[in-house]
């Protein structure tokens, strides 16, 4: 008796109960999108003196850590992006205009001589504190020589604040104010001149007790000056940073409001409990006993996935938690291939049972399982490497359910299955019978191929209809793929959206983008900057009542460019990756076909969005990236059984032949498509704003992409093949049985 199934239990059991102590015993690492922050990005610039490589952006990087950690700020993430781009992530700093003027800063700090009061027209002088202009020497002493820097207030010597400072050496401070110490008391020359961005921060006097020579010995000094508090505390932290090697822009900033991040978690957690509940009902109605416990087995899959996260240390992002949900539908897919090639397997051999049909059931799908799995791991694959921001951890999310959806299907499914499947009658099991829908249709035997070039004209009107839209309405890029800056403000009360635009051009912005959305208002404009977003808000509150900052999202102009480019690269390498695999599995003119109706597929979905005037931003792209990923799957289940059945009808012409594979996947096609659109609908209803218009896009997506594996992929695959001039694929050789010995074989 075979062993397998018990070390299968086994490694089941293994499973859930590491799966259940990670997830018990650690916590998810959440994105700033769900719990509210600030995200900055910043790309080094080239200096006169040195070049902006990834050597300088990772010394930049360490001063940037420095400052952040000088701030206060609660586990901050700082990271390098690339070769020259900085991403800092800030929890619970919602007012990015301190964050980024103080981390960001250049900073370069100096301390200089003062050789007198500059002459009229000196273009190298620097006004001091009091907008005197004085004449500097060349610098004495650098930030770098700075140990450690503290802001402080002493009420013995005044209210004031002051910034201690703690020099590595002593000496060259002592050096600079020894030879100011020689100048008479009052002198210009006696003071020292504290320079930070080419800005006199402090230019304080040597005090007459110290003698000349002697200098100030030690090795720390106060400077003092009119500072507030939190002048004093930024400038401390900027003298304990260091000073930044190459000058830094940024590129990107977002903001997100802890009361938005908590409804996006509850609302995705609403989503995903309806999602799961309609399709277990729906799985257990069509298959009965292991629709039942496929159900029980899409649990496991959800704890799975969720500790997969957690032991990856994976960043819990918006589009991730839509990542994690969605693949929920994307779990019951192999569960249904199964379960149909059982009810096959049980139809064509009732007498060798229930166990022998599920056995081979998971055996012969296995195949299209593979494959389809696959096409997707690429599709996620791309997101990560061509997408940015909260995209990349959908790709993370959707890469690691896949994996989980194997192990759920494959070996939680088969375990359970096997255990119980003996013990019940072919009715109550599900894989009793084909089903109605293939009873209805092999009775029927529609030719549905004989109309096969109509089916493509349709195709090509939906392209020309596309074509339309995108020339008569454009694409509405979002601020992601174009630059500029948009905010969203929630409100106590219903506004009027002429009022709030009236509003924000009275602010001074008369050309911004206001849009109204349930209870909540965005404000679309160009490069603006933080200070500008204050007196857009403080002019909603004086019009519309009071208003609350959610999001805050700015994107530089290059980086938009470059975004837009990505994206585009990025569904063209999805393509021809699909394209490139397809091939490699089944014929040329296979993945040719998938390919062709791949992009009618994207084409549809960006038609449509171009009609409804829908954004295409980044989880635009997360979802159209996922939707080729979703639809390859049915391609391939199709060409998988057309490779299957045109060995063994090499007389049966080849359009009757993508017919019949037509008509046996149709019930797959169907029940995967609806598990899906169950959890989607449930995105769309739940979701909110951030979700919805992601839920629609694959919705979309999903229904063309189920239409087309039929109408579109293989009409496309019976005209390629008669060009082709390539023979059929021969009948796979039968396994050989090893010959039967006579005797036992021993030798004596």
Request: glycine share 12%; with cysteine.
């Amino acid at each position: 008796m075979s062993r397998a199934p018990l070390w299968r239990a086994v490694a089941a059991l293994a499973v859930i109960a590491t799966s259940l102590l990670i997830a018990l015993t650690m916590a998810p690492r959440l994105g700033l999108d769900l719990r509210g922050g600030t995200q900055l990005v910043f790309e080094t610039k080239d200096s006169p003196t040195v070049k902006a490589d990834a050597d300088a952006t990772d010394r930049a990087l360490d001063v940037l850590r420095r400052r952040a950690d000088a701030l206060g700020v609660v586990d901050p993430t700082l990271v390098r992006s690339g070769e020259k781009r900085i991403i800092v992530e800030l929890p619970g700093v919602l007012d990015p205009r301190e964050a980024a003027e103080v981390i960001g800063k250049t900073a370069q700090l100096n301390f200089h001589p003062v050789l007198g009061p500059a002459e009229d027209g000196d273009k190298d002088a620097i006004a001091d504190e009091s907008g005197q202009k004085l004449k500097l020497g060349p610098v004495a002493l650098s930030g770098a020589g700075v140990t450690d820097a503290a802001a402080g207030t002493d009420p013995q010597f005044g209210p004031g604040w002051f910034v201690t400072i703690d020099f590595r050496e002593p000496g060259p401070w002592r050096e600079l104010t020894g030879k100011a110490a020689c100048e008479p008391a009052g002198d210009p020359r006696r003071r020292v001149a504290i320079v930070l961005d080419d800005e006199i921060i402090s230019s304080p006097q040597v005090n007459e007790t110290v003698a000349c020579g002697a200098g100030i010995s030690g090795g720390t000094t106060q400077i003092t000056g009119s500072f507030s508090a939190e002048e004093a505390q930024n400038l401390a932290v900027l003298v304990k940073g260091g000073s930044l090697p190459v000058p830094l822009e940024l590129v990107e900033q977002r903001t997100v409001g802890p009361t938005l991040g908590a409804d996006a978690i509850a609302a995705s957690a609403k989503a995903g409990v309806a999602g799961v509940i309609l399709t277990a009902v729906f799985i257990g109605l069509v298959y009965r006993l292991v629709g039942l416990l496929a159900a029980v087995a899409l649990a496991c899959y959800g704890l799975i996935s969720y500790a997969g996260l957690l032991a990856m240390g994976a960043t819990l992002t918006l589009p991730g938690l839509a990542g994690f949900v969605l693949a929920i539908g994307m779990a019951v897919d192999a569960n249904v291939l199964v379960f149909e090639r059982a009810r096959e397997e049980y139809g064509a051999a009732p007498r060798r049972g229930l166990r022998a049909a599920l056995d081979r059931g998971f055996k012969n799908a296995w195949s299209a399982i593979a494959d389809s799995n696959i096409t997707t791991l690429l599709a996620a694959g791309l997101l990560f490497w061509l997408a940015s921001g909260p995209v990349k951890g959908f790709g993370v999310t959707l890469a690691i359910g896949v994996l989980a959806s194997l192990v759920s299907a494959m070996l939680i499914t088969r375990v359970l299955a096997s255990a119980l499947i003996g013990r019940v009658g072919p009715g109550v099991s599900g894989l009793g019978s084909i089903g109605r829908v293939r009873t209805w249709l092999t009775r029927r035997d529609p030719d549905l191929m004989r109309a096969g070039r109509r089916w493509l004209a349709v195709a090509a009107g939906l392209l020309v209809l596309v074509g339309a839209g995108l020339v008569t309405r454009g694409l509405n890029y979002g601020v992601e793929f174009t630059g500029g800056r948009i905010v969203e403000f929630a409100t106590s009360r219903p506004v009027d959206v002429a009022a709030a635009r009236q509003a924000v051009a009275d602010a001074g912005f008369p050309t911004a983008v206001v849009q109204r959305s349930d209870d909540a208002i965005s404000v679309r404009t160009g490069q603006i900057t933080a200070d500008d977003v204050v007196r857009v808000e403080e002019a909603l509150d004086r019009s519309v009542g009071e208003v609350v900052k959610q999001r805050d999202e700015l994107v530089g102009p290059s980086l938009g460019a470059e975004l837009r480019r990505n994206a585009l690269i990025a569904l063209g390498v999805a393509l021809a990756a699909q394209l490139a695999y397809l091939a490699f599995r089944f014929r040329w003119t296979f993945g040719t076909a998938a390919v062709a109706a791949l992009f009618v597929d994207a084409a549809v979905v960006v038609g449509a969005f171009a009609w409804l005037g829908k954004p295409i931003d980044g989880v635009f792209l997360a979802a159209m990236l996922t939707i080729i990923g979703y639809s390859v799957n049915d391609k391939v289940v199709l060409f998988d059984r057309v490779r299957e059945l045109w060995p063994v009808s090499r007389g049966t012409p080849f359009g009757r032949v993508v017919n019949t594979a037509i008509l046996q996947t149709v019930p797959r096609t169907v029940n995967t498509g609806l598990g899906a659109l169950f959890i989607l609908a449930a995105l769309a209803v739940f979701g909110g704003d951030s979700l919805r218009d992601f839920a629609i896009a694959l919705l979309i997506g999903i229904v063309v992409g189920t239409l087309s594996s039929s109408f579109v992929a293989g009409p496309a695959a019976i005209e390629l093949e008669r060009r082709a001039g390539q023979p059929p694929p021969l009948p796979a050789a039968p396994r050989r049985r090893p010959a039967a010995r006579d005797g036992s074989g021993a030798v004596v």
